[in-house]
């Protein structure tokens, strides 16, 4: 079957740095998103993986290793207004997206 | 450009109505979808669309249909609510379905069966 897990949740301070892993199992793989998605609202995209490595956008950055089914997204210089569930996707072999359950990411000041 | 809208915001229904969400994208997208999104669990797709007048079966499809007339709409039809379909509903759209781009996601319904 397919399966991806991210923790539940997550506490980290105001201004620290916070990884959250994602670990997937699909049939097929053509890539893995990140979504952000605030409390009542649209999940919003973040950052898409294909290839194997980190990509870097801003205080975002976001990391892939096929081989091992596995993916984080590192947040830096954290903001109050970071505050949300992060999503994993991975888009399959019929290009429909996957989805992991979110991490509900608390900041405290 | 509004991008994608859905109404209603909400709903409370009484179990055994029916209902239509409706979803409407002005991006000229090809693919749609509808997602469900309950506590503890990712967001699960009902029905898609790849394009205009063709639909498919998501993980979930049961007690809800779906129809795309035209590249614009996609609503969603629950025929005889149950309690179970208390949920948050987001449509979706994406420009092609056999591409690795980006979905977009309208601001959700949020229903209850009662």
């Known amino acids: 079957g397919q399966n991806i897990d991210q923790p539940t949740e997550m506490t980290a301070t105001e201004g620290a740095i916070v990884q959250i892993n994602c670990t997937y199992q699909t049939s097929g793989f053509n890539g893995l998103f990140w979504y952000q998605q605030h409390a009542g609202e649209a999940p919003t995209f973040l950052s898409y993986?294909?290839l194997d490595g980190l990509e870097e956008k801003g205080r975002f950055s976001s990391f892939l290793s096929r081989s091992k089914g596995y993916s984080y997204l590192l947040l830096k210089e954290l903001q109050m207004k970071d505050s949300a569930s992060y999503l994993c996707?991975?888009?399959?072999?019929?290009?429909?997206?996957?989805w992991g359950a979110g991490t509900k990411l608390i900041i405290k000041p | 450009t509004a991008g994608i809208t859905q109404a209603p915001t909400s709903q409370i229904l009484a179990a055994g109505r029916s209902m239509t969400l409706r979803c409407t994208q002005d991006?000229?997208?090809?693919?749609m979808y509808w997602y469900r999104q309950d506590l503890g669990l990712g967001l699960r797709l009902i029905h898609y669309s790849n394009t205009a007048g063709t639909t498919g079966k998501g993980e979930v499809p049961d007690g809800y249909s779906v129809s795309r007339a035209n590249t614009d709409d996609f609503p969603l039809t629950l025929a005889s609510a149950v309690p179970s379909q208390t949920s948050v509903y987001f449509c979706?759209?994406?420009?092609?379905?056999?591409?690795?781009?980006?979905?977009?996601f309208g601001p959700g319904t949020r229903l209850t069966v009662l």
């Open positions: 979706a759209s994406r420009p092609l379905a056999g591409e690795a781009d980006t979905q977009y």
């Open positions: 993986n294909v």
């Open positions: 991006m000229r997208h090809n693919a």
């Open positions: 996707a991975v888009l399959d072999s019929n290009y429909q997206l996957i």
